[in-house]
């Protein structure tokens, strides 16, 4: 009498079976591609309709934008990332963000002798619109702030350093820690800051604020006023926004 | 402009003419009547305009009907054409005051408005305006809610596509052998389009997608007199700047470029993609040696003693960034020595090693 499942035979049987089983159910790499790429085709087009009847929209509201960006950045899709991508080329949201990209690197190129390569957003916002003239499309903040996420792939140390309640935007690949940006955001308030100031907020020792106020000062971010009644005081460039509108009617307005 | 009414243009036995004007545009609230240039005619008992080119063409208002007019400044481009000048706005106030018509009506009556069911009638100018204003702000939102309904549709259909690229890649990493280097370029080229970060290769390996090739060729031709002009080095910000200012549009990502420069080695280009300790990034030609570049550093800086970054890039002609690295570099190679102060970094020749 036979017994089933028991013997050699039954188990080199079940692998061939286990293995035919694995090849139907597995879909092939190459497989897949082909389907992406019809998937593509078909996305392509659905794209092209959408541009037709909202491209506007993307131009014109940058609440819009916000909004489509928060969307692609939840699918796991950056639209910034190419150029050649589909959303740049049809949506026309590329050119806008990598225009802006020149329009931040001119801005802080041309600032820098000044403030050393530190900038508030809000300073950085006015000038580019400044410099995109009357009829350009209106740029929000938060425009700004995704193109410099973007500038920072080709090094030269563009960041953002919160400090109150907006961003100082830097264009130098000075190097600055936790300290230094502590600092920072101390003299955000009235655009200085002295070391007496600092060990009272900051609790610390004075070698320790000295140290971050000379590497200020080294960078070019701060200016020593060694003239000013009671203890030297250390000026931010980058934070006052009268000195600099003052600065820039000396320019000739530009 | 409900209140016009098509006229003969002719003035009645009792009414006189008090004066008109030359070309004169008319306006519906803000957009421009189809009716262009023509006189406008102020009579004790009503406003005529007529056309110049068509003489037919003629519309009145009673002055009875007018209850509100203003002087609009003249829009941009159109300086030419003021809708209401001085004079006819002076004495359409004086014959409003006067109010001639009513001591001596015309002898066929003006047709009365239609619809004003409360007796309130429509001013033209400011109402209309803010109207169409209004009007514009609903079709505006109900475009922007639209769109948004559309783009959800849309990003369920791309998230699809991501999803489907995952499973792809990680039977890639699986199973290198079966994928041939040629789909792999697919693929490649498929997430570049829908902006999918590549989760496959991390360095693009010399294969990347076609698109960056032709890119880093293009670049090759294009930079190489620039960066002649600079001394041999450009930061990539400079690059990105010149290159997509000299495009206009379809524009360059910052990341097409640097993927693009990435390429240069192994397309055998005479420029090279650098990336400095500080983490700049510059392009550099390979005819610009290494050597040279420190050997004229210490020259400069023993010509001169020593040299700040910004002095240096005022001899050379290059940027503070560039003149700074070059001297960083010229130091981690011992020809230099740092003075480090609150004055600033300043390089001196190593005399350790010179006078060792």
């Not at chain 1, 203890?231 to 000396?250: G, N, R, V």
């Not at chain 2, 259909?157 to 994928?179: F, H, P, W, Y």
């Not at chain 2, 390429?263 to 390979?286: A, H, T």
């Amino acid at each position: 009498m036979h017994r089933r499942g028991v013997g050699a035979g039954a188990i080199a049987k079940k692998k061939l079976a286990e293995a035919k089983y694995k090849e139907r159910g597995t879909v092939l790499a190459e497989d897949q591609i082909v389907q992406m790429s019809k998937q593509l085709e078909t996305f392509k087009s659905n794209l092209e309709e959408f541009a037709s009847k909202h491209k506007q929209e993307i131009r014109k509201s940058s609440q819009f934008r916000v909004q489509f960006q928060e969307m692609c950045a939840t699918i796991g899709v950056d639209p910034l990332a190419s150029g050649k991508g589909f959303w740049s080329e049809m949506l026309g949201v590329g050119d806008f963000y990598y225009e802006l990209g020149v329009q931040i690197i001119e801005v802080c190129l041309a600032l820098k002798h000044r403030n050393g390569g530190l900038i508030t957003l809000d300073e950085l916002h006015h000038r580019v619109l400044k410099g995109r003239g009357k009829f350009a499309q209106d740029v929000s903040q938060d425009d700004l702030v995704r193109a410099i996420k973007k500038l920072k792939v080709m090094g030269n140390g563009f960041g953002m350093i919160p400090v109150g309640g907006s961003y100082l935007v830097q264009s130098v690949p000075a190097e600055l820690n936790m300290d230094h940006t502590v600092v920072l955001q101390l003299a955000e308030k009235k655009g200085y800051v002295s070391v007496s100031e600092i060990r009272e907020s900051l609790k610390w020792e004075r070698e320790r604020a000295c140290h971050v106020l000379d590497h200020l000062l080294k960078e070019g971010l701060a200016w020593l006023d060694s003239q000013a009644s009671g203890e030297p005081q250390y000026w931010l460039p980058a934070l006052f926004s009268e000195l600099t509108s003052l600065l820039s009617i000396s320019d000739g307005g530009k | 402009m409900d209140r016009f009414t098509w006229s003969n243009g002719l003035l009645e036995m009792n009414e006189t003419l008090v004066i008109q004007q030359r070309g004169v545009k008319l306006y519906d609230g803000e957009d421009k009547a189809k009716l262009d240039v023509g006189i406008a005619l102020l009579s004790t008992h009503q406003l005529i305009w007529r056309d110049l080119k068509n003489h037919e063409c003629c519309i009145a208002i009673p002055l009875s009907q007018i209850i509100y007019f203003e002087e609009q400044a003249a829009g941009i481009g159109k300086s030419q054409d003021p809708i209401l000048l001085n004079f006819l706005k002076e004495r359409l106030t004086e014959e409003l005051s006067q109010k001639r018509w009513e001591s001596t009506p015309m002898s066929q009556p003006i047709p009365t408005a239609t619809n004003s069911q409360t007796g309130r009638t429509r001013a033209v100018g400011i109402v209309g305006i803010e109207r169409k204003i209004e009007e514009r702000r609903k079709e505006t939102e109900k475009n922007i809610s639209e769109a948004f309904e559309d783009l959800s549709k849309l990003m369920v259909k791309a998230k699809e596509m991501v999803e489907l690229s995952r499973s792809i890649a990680n039977k890639i990493k699986d199973k290198q052998g079966d994928i041939t280097e040629d789909e792999t370029i697919r693929f490649k080229s498929y997430l570049l389009s829908m902006g999918i970060a590549n989760p496959v290769t991390r360095e693009t390996h010399g294969s990347g997608t076609h698109y960056h090739l032709q890119l880093a060729k293009q670049l090759g031709d294009i930079l190489l007199a620039p960066l002649e002009e600079r001394g041999g080095m450009m930061a990539l910000t400079e690059v990105y700047c010149l290159v997509n200012r000299a495009r206009g549009m379809e524009l360059l990502s910052p990341e097409d470029l640097v993927n693009a420069c990435k390429m240069f080695e192994s397309l055998k280009q005479p420029l090279r993609l650098r990336i400095f300790d500080s983490g700049v990034m510059v392009v550099q030609l390979q005819s610009h040696s290494e050597e040279e570049m420190i050997s004229s550093a210490l020259d400069n800086v023993t010509d001169k003693g020593s040299l700040t970054a910004e002095e240096f890039a005022k001899l050379l002609g290059l940027s503070v960034l560039l003149s700074k690295e070059r001297l960083l570099l010229a130091e981690k190679m011992g020809h230099l020595c740092r003075d480090d102060s609150v004055e600033g970094l300043r390089f001196y020749p190593n005399l350790f090693n010179s006078q060792a």
